[in-house]
């Protein structure tokens, strides 16, 4: 009986060795895969090209850009000098200047004093032109410029000033982040949100 049984337990063994091979092969390939990706991840993180958008004021400000078409949009957002016009604007507080470089929809969020606020672009305006807010000078630097998309730039970075708000004077440092969108073939501003930092900067910030 275990003769006539031989041949047929030698073939279930060779589908199983058969079985096995494939496992494992399947198991590599899976490995190579993931490791593949790792090194095209790899790839990626080291084409990241750091760019100098020197402005007036914050020579230290650089884009990080990765593909072309994010070098595209970074040069045109620069070109346009929105910036450099927000930078003017608002020492001065130059209501009509600051109106014209934000959207229609703009929400400010900001941190005064220990305490939150989300105004409108109307509101923001009304607030300068009344004396609420306003700056004696402005300085800005560690500003970086990122692109989403073709038509969006974030802008982060530190800055200083004398801040006069609500009868309050605040000399401390701030952090900030503004979005702007190109709509109707016009950078615009749609979002600032800014918060003290008393105690300094650290890190994204050295």
């Known amino acids: 009986m275990l003769y006539l049984l031989q041949p047929q337990l030698e073939r279930e063994e060779r589908k199983e060795d058969v079985s096995m091979t494939k496992r494992i092969l399947l198991l590599i390939a899976i490995a190579f895969a993931g490791f593949a990706g790792f090194l095209t991840g790899q790839v990626i993180t080291e084409k990241m090209e750091i760019v100098k958008y020197s402005l007036p004021g914050s020579e230290d400000t650089v884009g990080e850009v990765e593909t072309k078409e994010a070098r595209k949009v970074l040069d045109d957002f620069y070109q346009s000098k929105v910036l450099q016009m927000g930078a003017e604007a608002s020492p001065s507080n130059d209501v009509g200047a600051r109106g014209r470089l934000m959207a229609d929809h703009f929400i400010q969020v900001s941190e005064r ?21 306003h700056m004696d000078h402005l300085k800005h630097d560690h500003i970086r410029l990122v692109a989403f998309g073709d038509n969006v730039v974030v802008v982060t970075g530190h800055s200083s000033s004398a801040l006069h708000y609500n009868g309050k004077v605040d000399t401390a440092d701030r952090v900030f982040g503004d979005t702007w969108v190109k709509l109707n073939g016009r950078w615009q501003q749609v979002e600032h949100c800014v918060a003290s930092a008393p105690n300094g900067v650290t890190r994204g910030y050295e």
Do not use: C, Y
């Not at 305490?115 to 109307?122: M, N, P, Q, S, V």
């Open 113 to 133: 004093f220990g305490i939150g606020e989300r105004l409108t672009k109307a509101q923001v305006l009304a607030d300068t032109e009344s004396g609420h807010m």
